[in-house]
C-alpha cells in the first residue's frame, strides 16, 4: 500500500518558512513522501535553485490528488502567487492572505485522509488579520477546521529535553484561576499521555516496555503550600488528576502521574530526566522552560486534532529570512517528530 505524503505548509512568504520547508523536504523527500503547500511557481523555482532531487518536481493542484513518490519533490499550488508585497520581509495583506489559503488547503488535504499528517512553518497573525481575518494562531485555527472547539486540543512542546503540555495558552495572566478548570486540566494529562506513549511505541516499533511519567504542576508558589497561597491545586488540579487516573493508559500502569507539585520541581527534574513529561498550567510556565532547555528543538504540536499536526517553536524571523540566515534545525525536528507519530521511521 502506497504510504500517503507528509504535508508541510509554508508559512509567511515574506519569513523563513518557505526556505527552510524546501530545505528539509528536499532532503526528506529521498526517503519519503513529502508535499510542500504555497506558491507553485516560486517553490518550485526556488528548488531548482537549491538543487531538486533527480526524481525532480511534481507541481500539482492543492484540491486535487496528493500522491506522489519518494524521491519527487511535490509542490501543492495553492492558488495565490507571492507577489512583491507578501515576499517583502514584514506583514502584509497579500501575504497573510496567502499563507493563510496555504494551511487551510493543507488542513483541509489532511481531514480528507489526502496527506497523512501535517508539519507547520510560521504564520505572522498579524498579516493574516491584516488580510481581514481573525487569526489568534494555528491551535485554534485548526481545531475549527476541524469543526472541534478551542478546548478538544492541548498545545504541546515535545523537545529531546523537556515534553510539555499547556492546560491555557493565549490570555491574560489575570484571567488565568478562572480558566483553569478541571476539564482542562484533565484533557492536558490525557493528552500528554496520548501523545508520549504514541511516540515511545514507534521508537520501540511495538508497545513500549517503560512506564512514562508525567508530573502536574500547581499553578501558585509552592503549589499553593496546602492553601496558603491559593486553593486551585485542591479545588481544580488534584481532583482532575484523580479524573485523569480513571483513563486506560493510566489504569493500566502505561503512563504513571505524580502531583501536582511546584512547577520548579516538575521542571528540575524534567530537565534531569527522571520525569518523562509536564502538564503546565500556563503559557509561560511552560514556554520559559521549553526555549531554555530545547531551544531551536523543541516541535510545537496540537493534540486531540483527527491528524498529527506539528509546527517549529520559533515566529516568522522575518530578519533572518531577509539576511539569508534561515535555520532548518526547528524545521527538520518538527518533520521527524511528524514522521515518528506517523508511524513513519525514516
Request: proline content about 4%; aromatic content about 4%.
Amino acid at each position: 500500500m502506497t504510504t500517503l505524503p507528509l504535508a508541510i505548509s509554508t508559512g509567511d512568504p515574506g519569513g523563513v518558512g518557505p526556505e527552510i520547508s524546501l530545505r528539509v523536504a528536499l532532503s526528506a523527500c529521498a526517503q519519503d513522501r513529502i508535499v510542500l503547500f504555497g506558491d507553485g511557481a516560486w517553490l518550485g523555482r526556488r528548488a531548482r535553485e537549491l538543487g531538486a532531487l533527480d526524481g525532480g518536481i511534481a507541481v500539482v493542484p492543492a484540491q486535487g490528488d496528493l500522491a506522489t513518490r519518494e524521491g519527487v519533490l511535490a509542490i501543492a499550488d495553492v492558488g495565490a502567487p507571492w507577489g512583491a508585497q507578501a515576499l517583502a520581509h514584514q506583514a502584509s495583506a497579500s501575504g497573510g492572505f496567502a499563507q493563510l489559503r496555504a494551511i487551510d488547503l493543507a488542513a483541509a488535504a489532511a481531514l480528507t485522509g489526502r496527506v497523512r499528517g501535517l508539519v507547520t512553518a510560521p504564520m505572522s497573525k498579524a498579516a493574516v488579520n491584516l488580510a481581514g481575518h481573525e487569526f489568534m494562531g494555528h491551535t485554534e485555527h485548526l481545531a475549527r477546521a476541524a469543526k472541534l472547539r478551542d478546548d478538544d486540543v492541548t498545545m504541546m512542546f515535545l523537545g529531546p529535553r523537556l515534553r510539555v503540555a499547556l492546560v491555557t495558552t493565549h490570555l491574560a495572566v489575570a484571567d488565568l484561576p478562572a480558566e483553569i478548570t478541571a476539564p482542562r486540566v484533565r484533557r492536558s494529562i490525557v493528552h500528554l499521555a496520548e501523545a508520549l506513549v504514541r511516540e515511545a511505541d514507534a521508537a520501540a516499533a511495538g508497545a513500549s516496555a517503560r512506564p512514562i511519567v508525567l508530573v502536574v504542576t500547581g499553578l501558585n508558589p509552592h503549589a499553593g503550600e496546602s492553601g496558603l497561597f491559593g486553593d486551585e491545586e485542591i479545588r481544580v488540579i488534584e481532583p482532575a488528576m484523580r479524573e485523569a487516573s480513571t483513563h486506560a493508559l493510566i489504569r493500566s500502569g502505561r503512563v504513571v502521574l505524580r502531583g501536582a507539585m511546584p512547577a520548579e520541581t516538575a521542571f528540575r527534574q524534567a530537565s534531569a530526566g527522571t520525569v518523562d513529561g509536564v502538564v503546565a498550567m500556563m503559557h509561560d510556565q511552560a514556554t520559559i522552560a521549553s526555549k531554555l532547555l530545547d531551544w531551536g528543538e523543541a516541535v510545537n504540536v496540537t493534540w486531540g486534532l483527527p491528524f498529527v499536526r506539528t509546527s517549529v517553536d520559533h515566529g516568522v524571523a522575518y530578519d533572518a529570512a531577509e539576511s539569508g540566515a534561515a535555520d532548518v534545525t526547528g524545521m527538520r525536528s518538527a518533520l521527524r517528530l511528524a514522521q515518528r507519530l506517523t508511524a513513519r521511521n525514516v
